[in-house]
Every structure is written in structure tokens, then in C-alpha cells.
């Protein structure tokens, strides 16, 4: 059985492009996700996960998912072949259908959503105390 399951943030904003002749969505972004180790100098490493989400997911993703934001999704993976100057390569990513937000929008959005409102927005360095 092919599944994978995978919780991480967004390495960039997702890019959307329709299938030629079908008109099927497709958003494709990478996932970083850490590692659960630590190594010996206190770093963690990161793996970045290239990911492709089709159909209704995929528009969800373009127009609500932004770069660092936290997601879940489930999907399969999937390790293409081609040639490239008579050598031949691998590209593996994971393929998707189902995507889940996990954390609210960025501070920045808010922080203009408190704008509009007629809210005063103040940085933890603008409090006197």
C-alpha cells in the first residue's frame, strides 16, 4: 500500500496551473518538515518535500495557503523518470488530494485585518512595561 502522511509548513506560496485539455487543478509547493532528532551541535535538520495536489484541493490551496503555514495532507508517493541529455533521473514527490490548514493565518494578516477594523496594532517592543 502507498500512503503517506505528512504535517509541515509550506516553503512557498502554492503555484496553480490547469491540466491542458481536461482543465483538472493542479498546485504543486514544498513541504518542510523536521526531522526528530537533533544532532550533536543542537541544530535540527529538515527534510523539504516537493508536494502536487489536484482537483478542488488544489484550488483551496492557491487561495488560502501561503507560505509558513502549518498543513496536513495525505496522499501517495510517486517517483517519476525521465531522461535529461541521454542520463536518465528520478524526481520523487508526494501527491495529494486532501490538505488541512492547521494553524490560523499569518500574523501579518491579521494585523491588517486589525487595521481595517480601526484597531491600533502595537509590537511587543512599543509596550512600556
Do not use: W
Not at 544532532?39 to 492557491?62: L, N, T, Y
Not at 528520478?90 to 494553524?103: E, G, Q, S
Request: proline share 5%.
Amino acid at each position: 500500500m502507498n500512503n503517506v502522511v505528512l504535517v509541515g509548513r509550506l516553503t512557498r506560496d502554492p503555484e496553480l496551473r490547469y491540466i491542458p485539455g481536461y482543465g483538472t487543478p493542479v498546485a504543486t509547493f514544498s513541504l518542510a518538515i523536521d526531522r526528530d532528532y537533533v544532532k550533536k551541535d543542537g541544530a535540527k535538520e529538515v527534510d523539504f518535500i516537493p508536494v502536487e495536489v489536484m482537483g478542488g484541493s488544489a484550488e483551496f490551496c492557491a487561495n488560502y495557503l501561503t507560505k509558513g503555514r502549518l498543513v496536513s495532507l495525505q496522499g501517495r508517493i510517486r517517483v517519476e523518470k525521465y531522461e535529461e541529455n541521454g542520463e536518465k533521473k528520478t524526481y520523487t514527490k508526494v501527491r495529494t488530494k486532501a490538505v488541512n490548514a492547521l494553524d490560523h493565518k499569518p500574523k501579518e494578516e491579521e494585523k491588517n485585518k486589525d487595521k481595517e477594523i480601526g484597531f491600533q496594532v502595537l509590537d511587543d517592543d512599543d509596550i512600556p512595561f
